[in-house]
């Protein structure tokens, strides 16, 4: 497919009676960033473990970078995973560990050699390049196994919950690394962090019993016109003086983000006409930090979730 890096067509998983995979057809965009959003159970791993190979499937087909499913002798060094659950071996050290899988990424010595170091620098562990693995933090072995994706810069990269167990320097770090990443190489990542995703992501996609409910770009998604979202100190109490200031509109609060959401009508005119109306009748119950207007990535899934 022109313009496709990884599509999935018709994946079915079944254990059991169980489908863990029920039809689940994506295609990725070369180039992309794309973010899985679902809840526990949704698929997300299963579809990532089926594309690396690493699971048979019970019916549908792969077609990696246009050359069918995985086959470490056509995908060597072209494709990455980053699993869930994985470990490395907790004698080895990090220099070592990224300079055989490069080399097994068909780098040649030097170039194996040159890409560790550069990757290790890239996740800040340059100065445990030669301490154990079993010396190491589980946020250190999550950037070691981090390093190890990028060797030799692959075109395909999988992450399953990339940033989990990060410390908050660390995690921004990485973030920083993975934007860089950005229109270079085609990477897919799973996360139940939705302002990761947002922050990361070009395209996503909503996975729901082990399909996809919904893709498009991240833009697309959280486009709206007709909303406006108030960072605020407190929820406010006069709502009947809310519902006066625009009448052509409902009002929702999200406890989780300390926010509120304006949904208006055509009557209410446009987001400007909104805020001149709103503005102050919220200043004069609480403090406003901040005003945006459509959806966070967070407001358009739980908006489309059934549950």
């Known amino acids: ?13 079944r254990y059991g009676r169980r489908r863990a995979l029920d039809g689940f057809t994506l295609a990725v965009p070369r180039g992309a960033t794309m973010g899985l959003v679902g809840a526990n159970g949704a698929g997300k791993t299963t579809w990532m473990m ?14 990696l970078l246009g ?40 780098l040649s010595s030097e170039a194996a050699r040159r890409s560790a170091a550069e990757m290790l620098a890239a996740v800040n562990l340059a100065d445990r390049a030669r301490s154990s693995v079993r010396s190491l933090s589980h946020g250190m072995r ?19 919950e990339p940033l989990n167990g990060l410390d908050p320097m660390e995690a921004d770090r990485i973030r920083r690394f993975l934007l860089g990443r950005r229109g270079r190489q085609t990477i897919v990542i799973s996360s139940h962090n939705l302002h990761d995703v947002e922050t990361l992501c070009t395209h996503v996609a909503f996975v729901e019993k082990g399909r ?3 893709t498009s770009t991240l833009e697309a998604i959280t486009r709206a016109t ?8 407190a929820e406010p109490t006069d709502k009947a003086a809310l519902a006066a200031a625009v009448q052509d509109a409902t009002f929702t609060w999200m406890d989780a983000t300390q926010s509120l959401v304006c949904t208006f009508g055509e009557s209410a005119g446009n987001v400007a006409a909104v805020n001149r109306s709103l503005l102050p009748v919220l200043l004069a119950q609480t403090d ?10 967070e407001q358009a899934y739980l908006n489309h979730s059934p549950s």
Do not use: W
């Not at 497919?1 to 998983?13: E, P, Q, S, W």
């Open 288 to 297: 406003v930090f901040s005003v945006s207007s459509g959806l966070s990535l």
């Open 226 to 233: 007709n909303r406006v979202t108030y960072v605020l100190a």
């Open 1 to 13: 497919m022109i313009g496709v890096a990884l599509a999935t067509r018709d994946l079915v998983k």
């Open 50 to 63: 089926s594309v690396a190979g690493f699971l048979r499937l019970s019916s549908g087909t792969v077609d």
């Open 67 to 106: 050359r069918g499913p995985f086959d470490a002798a056509v995908h060597s060094g072209r494709f990455t995973i980053l699993p869930q659950d994985s470990d490395l071996p907790l004698e080895a050290r990090p220099g070592d560990l990224l300079y055989r899988y490069a080399r097994m990424q068909g």
């Open 142 to 160: 999550m950037r070691v196994r981090l390093a190890q994706c990028f060797l030799g810069s692959p075109e395909v990269v999988l992450l399953d």
């Open 212 to 214: 996809v409910a919904r």
